[in-house]
């Protein structure tokens, strides 16, 4: 899976924006969008916020994890503890890269929050490591691991299922005759 | 996306190998100390210290994998192969000490192919061996996981030195996990470049069309 495949998963998440322009309720086949008033927030998905912003006809207000003080609790809190603690959001970094990019002057302390952001996803992507190299050191055959993002996955998607191959091979070598007589179809 | 439409047959780890892979071809010519148990008659001319017309019995050579493979039976006893060194005892004990420190790439860049090959030809000691392999798989692979996944856009050579084939290719699947991410953050995804493909299409001139 591309990390852009990863981003237009996250743009169906939804972000409150508020419309300078009115329109009627839309009906779209992903569901409905309500009625915009100027000045009243909306709920929208971000893919249409985005697109909203660039033709200046709204003001996107940021989400309420992308807070200065709570992403600092949260990045204490990750630091603590050995397991993962629950994201900020399950798309934590897609929605961080494009409302940063796209619309940093509706978002105070952009600068800080980038920084904030970034030391979270430092600290949860080496406790991936750590796991998936105790994983691989005790031979488990599962593992479980909760409040992973996508995103988190994907980057060791590759990495990982390459290595169990590999080391799952290995294994069968110690069972001669089990797997002889196999043959690959080409 | 990016997934290329063509797929190089991977090496078959394990005790089988993949007859169309380039690797598992290139792992065969490996060659493995051997000692004839019986005579070859008029193929002297293959061993070249001695100038006599057959191979005797009992003569040791240094033949490929591949022809080991297919003259390895158990009832006629055509060849008996031993073990290269680094799969026996004394290497076997460094590797259990320390999987770190070795380098693979100069023991044979097939460490753990030829290794898992191997174990074909019934040696006494092929549990060992089997388990020696998987040993220092794991144990080289936090190295690998940490290299591949932290160095970006600079010198792999000096990382990639010292890693056996088989971790040279799981070395280049951490390293695009790592510059697809990277390159994704730094919004180049979004960037239409030209396909190399058509970078090396020379425009061909109406007039050269025309003539």
């Known amino acids: 899976m591309?990390?852009?495949?990863?981003?237009f998963l996250?743009?169906?998440?939804?972000?409150?924006?508020?419309?300078?322009f009115s329109l009627d309720k839309i009906y779209l086949i992903g569901g409905d969008l309500g009625p915009f008033n100027p000045g009243l927030t909306a709920d929208v998905p971000v893919w249409l916020a985005l697109n909203l912003k660039q033709r200046q006809k709204c003001r996107i207000l940021p989400p309420e994890w992308m807070d200065v003080e709570k992403l600092e609790e949260m990045r204490e809190f990750e630091r603590k503890e050995d397991a993962f603690t629950p994201a900020p959001s399950p798309y934590y970094m897609e929605l961080t890269k494009l409302l940063l990019n796209h619309a940093s002057d509706n978002i105070p302390k952009a600068?800080?929050?980038?920084?904030?952001?970034?030391?979270?996803?430092?600290t949860r992507v080496a406790k991936l490591r750590l796991s998936a190299d105790s994983f691989i050191r005790q031979q488990e055959a599962h593992a479980q691991l909760d409040n992973l993002t996508l995103m988190?996955?994907?980057?060791?998607r590759e990495f990982l299922l390459d290595s169990l191959n590999c080391m799952y091979k290995l294994r069968s070598n110690l069972q001669p005759g089990a797997t002889k007589g196999q043959f690959a179809d080409y | 996306m990016d997934t290329p439409s063509y797929f190089p047959v991977p090496p078959g780890v394990g005790m089988e190998d993949n007859f169309l892979s380039l690797d598992d071809i290139l792992l065969s010519q490996e060659r493995l100390p051997v000692r004839t148990e019986c005579v070859f008659p008029r193929l002297g001319f293959l061993e070249k210290s001695a100038d006599s017309q057959d191979i005797a019995e009992g003569s040791k050579m240094e033949?490929?994998?591949?022809?080991?493979?297919?003259l390895h039976e158990k009832k006629r006893k055509v060849l008996s192969v031993e073990l290269p060194k680094i799969y026996k005892e004394g290497w076997r004990t460094v590797f259990t000490a320390d999987p770190n420190v070795v380098d693979l790439h100069k023991m044979g860049p097939y460490y753990y192919g030829l290794g898992s090959q191997m174990l074909h030809f019934d040696s006494p000691e092929n549990p060992d061996i089997a388990k020696t392999l998987l040993q220092t798989f794991i144990g080289r692979f936090r190295r690998t996981m940490d290299s591949s996944q932290n160095a970006y856009n600079e010198d792999t050579s000096a990382l990639v030195g010292r890693l056996d084939c088989l971790e040279k290719v799981l070395f280049r699947s951490g390293q695009n996990g790592l510059n697809g991410f990277q390159d994704w953050e730094k919004g180049q995804a979004a960037q239409l470049t030209a396909s190399s493909l058509v970078l090396n299409y020379r425009k061909r001139k109406l007039v050269d069309v025309q003539s």
Do not use: Q, Y
């Open chain 1, 2 to 7: 591309d990390p852009s495949e990863v981003e």
């Open chain 1, 10 to 20: 996250a743009e169906k998440e939804f972000v409150k924006i508020i419309p300078n």
């Open chain 1, 111 to 122: 600068d800080e929050i980038r920084t904030l952001v970034k030391d979270i996803w430092d």
């Open chain 1, 152 to 156: 988190e996955i994907n980057t060791i």
């Open chain 2, 63 to 70: 033949l490929p994998l591949w022809l080991c493979k297919g």
